[in-house]
């Protein structure tokens, strides 16, 4: 089966730029270095020029990338100031929200990246595996302990 460009660099950046924006910023806490991310996601994307077997396919690289990424700049960039809580919390829907999107951004990136990719871009555990180079078992135990932090955290902090 020959796999195919799933389709332009616009194309993908109007898809998909917005997730990737929002992956990023909750993992740098800082919208520049995110815009960043994204932006160094989408060069590589096109520099690479890969080939998909499909859109999820196509998805999961680009979360991969810019997770990737992400890492990178924390390692290097980690004396930088991160934005306010509030503009971070601009991104939630509900007050409640807000609590549970504190109590997520303070969890490590171990426990976050599962959490975020499960919870919000609907991943399966499968999947979440794959994107993160770990195995199964160990994505369900990122995920149960990445909840079980969560909800200490939520409840210390807002119950």
């Known amino acids: 089966m020959k796999m195919q460009k799933c389709g332009s660099a616009r194309e993908a950046v109007e898809r998909y730029g917005d997730m990737l924006y929002r992956i990023c910023l909750l993992t740098l806490r800082n919208s520049a270095d995110a815009e960043d ?46 934005e306010s809580e509030e503009l971070l919390l601009t991104y939630a829907i509900e007050k409640e929200e807000s609590g549970i999107l504190d109590a997520l951004m303070e969890l490590s990136e171990k426990y976050k990246t599962p959490l975020m990719l499960f919870y919000i871009d609907g991943y399966k555990i499968d999947e979440i595996a794959d994107i993160m180079g770990i195995s199964v078992s160990a994505a369900k135990m990122r995920l149960s302990r990445g909840r079980k932090l969560l909800e200490e955290k939520y409840r210390k902090e807002y119950m």
């Open 37 to 82: 991310a994204v932006q160094e996601t989408f060069i590589k994307y096109i520099q690479k020029s890969p080939e998909f077997n499909d859109g999820d396919h196509e998805k999961a690289w680009l979360i991969t990338v810019a997770t990737n990424k992400c890492r990178d700049m924390l390692r290097y960039r980690s004396r930088h100031q991160t």
